[in-house]
């Protein structure tokens, strides 16, 4: 602490790290370890995407649909589980870690990526409410270790977290749809100061620059798509006024405690999953399917909206919000926000682009409210439910902005304001739940 507080007199430290011949090797590291992770990362979110298009779309029209029925996601949901079962209770690494834990953790070790990446395909291509920032992450931190031998990262115990950082943020470079996106992420959730958070900084932005640059060429080249989340067309903003503040910190309110009810329901599911892990995954998976074709049922409208990641739906709301009624909306939310419980605590992905979704979905639904407006509303749940569930604000403000493109100038203000509302929402939400099993354990014991 007194070495930070000295304020100039840090700085003649802070130009010894970057001088040092090891931390020069770092870098040097990160930027050439960013083309083979981008690359790769780059294939594993193309392979995916086109699962996905042919599970959803080419494969229902094959057999005569105009798009998938209502029942599609059992079957392929239940597929999902049975892959899934033996990946998680077998193979090392059991496919990652359980998406309601986050996105932190140790770096994934190189050993650990084969169950990380089939357990990836086996869940998210089938309808597993859950996105690919979690596993791309693993898979960027352990090809990152790859390139240094175990024994020197048990010599170095700072050099594994910092190159698998690296490595994590040259994976989701883009799929957040900003390389700075993913940089802040890595910086924020790391919760340094000083020369540590300068030892960390230039590693990640270099390494996301340079994953940046892979994604787009290659993407150019090749012409696949990777399925970013992305905007291409967002509501017309203007400048937020008082009303857009009065109804959007209690929209910020209840977006936080829909993102913290599923966030427990996972951590239940988690638990389930715990003991007979093979078949409960299954049983998980099944209900998943049940919740989407809940969805499709009571709206007729595609399952695939209320299945996968949500990016490809987050961008036709946001096209035209009009097309969807507010019926339609709350449905969204309540059966794709139960699927996001329950495959939280027990399939493999990551869980912040189904998040997004729900909390645009809720800003859209509210958008017809007195003075508020659809652009308003999305902008703020869009703040929202990034806040909710990463617990990151100045992340969650930057990647709103990113999603609103030219439209974020004017909407930033009421973005910052949903993010902050947003965030200490949900941390006293979550503080209230861990307190409360505390206090009826204390006052079951005091009545004894």
Known sequence: MAEQAAGPDSAPGIRALLRSPGYGRLLLVSALVGVPVSLAAFGFVGLEHELQHWVWESAPEALGYGRAPWWWPLPALALAGLLLAPIVTR??????????????????????????V???LASLPLGAVLGPEAPLMAVGSGLALLTVGRARRAASPRLAPMLGAAGSTAAISTIFGSPLVAAVMMIEAAGLGGPQLTLLLLPCLLSSGVGALVFTGFGH????????????SVPKASLPDAADFLWGVPLAVVIAVVIVAGQTLGHRFAAFTAQRTAPRTVICAVLVGLCVAGYAVVTG??????????????????????????GALVALVVFKGLGWGVALGSL??????PAVLLGAALGVAVGGLPGLGVAAGLA?????????????PVTSTVLASSLLGDQAVDSVPLVIVCAVVAFLTATFVHRVAAEAPEGRAGGSGSGG
């Open 91 to 116: 193979m090392p690494g059991r496919g990652g870690h359980v998406p309601v834990h986050g996105l932190g953790g140790p770096p994934t070790l190189p050993v650990e990526v084969p169950s990380v």
């Open 118 to 120: 089939l357990a990836a």
């Open 221 to 232: 080249w090749t012409g696949l798509t990777i399925g970013a989340l992305t905007l291409p």
């Open 301 to 326: 409208r595609s399952p695939e909206e209320a299945a996968l990641s949500g990016q490809a739906t987050l961008g036709q709301l946001a096209a035209d919000p009009q097309a969807w009624p507010v």
């Open 348 to 353: 493999r992905g990551g869980p912040i682009f």
């Open 380 to 392: 703020a749940g869009l703040a929202a439910s990034s806040a909710a569930v990463t617990r990151l």
